[in-house]
């Protein structure tokens, strides 16, 4: 079982930044990638970035550029590094942990963080 806690979302005006966070916790030795992904109002969650467990990264196109994300294996903790933000960033940011588990695998969610942008 494998637990994600998530912290570092707020409010914040247009072009700032915000640095959310996710801890892991629990069986997290086969980790296949970290990630995060948004759901704002009415829309459908949405990919946001990725970070696979040799540290490849992956972007969703609208935030390529003003993001970054990275992990701490020894903290077991990825990070997204949000820039230069929009007000159409404002979302619930859920962190993803994908791992393998017995002959199959398994993805993790975390409760989520509000980010809101204002104009």
């Known amino acids: 079982q494998v637990q994600l806690v998530e912290s570092g979302g707020g409010l914040v005006q247009a072009g700032g930044s915000l640095r959310l966070s996710c801890a892991a916790s629990?069986?997290?030795?086969?980790?296949?990638?970290m990630g995060w992904y948004r759901q704002a109002p009415g829309k459908q969650r949405e990919l946001v970035a990725t970070i696979g467990s040799g540290g490849s990264t992956n972007y969703a196109v609208p935030v390529k550029g003003r993001f970054t994300i990275s992990r701490d294996n020894a903290k077991n903790t990825v990070y997204l590094q949000m820039n230069s933000l929009k007000p159409e960033d404002t979302a619930v940011y859920y962190c993803?942990?994908?791992?393998?588990?017995?002959?199959?695998?398994?993805?993790?969610w975390g409760q989520g963080t509000q980010v809101t942008v204002s104009s």
């Open positions: 629990g069986s997290t030795f086969s980790v296949i990638s």
């Open positions: 993803n942990l994908y791992c393998l588990v017995g002959l199959g695998s398994q993805s993790y």
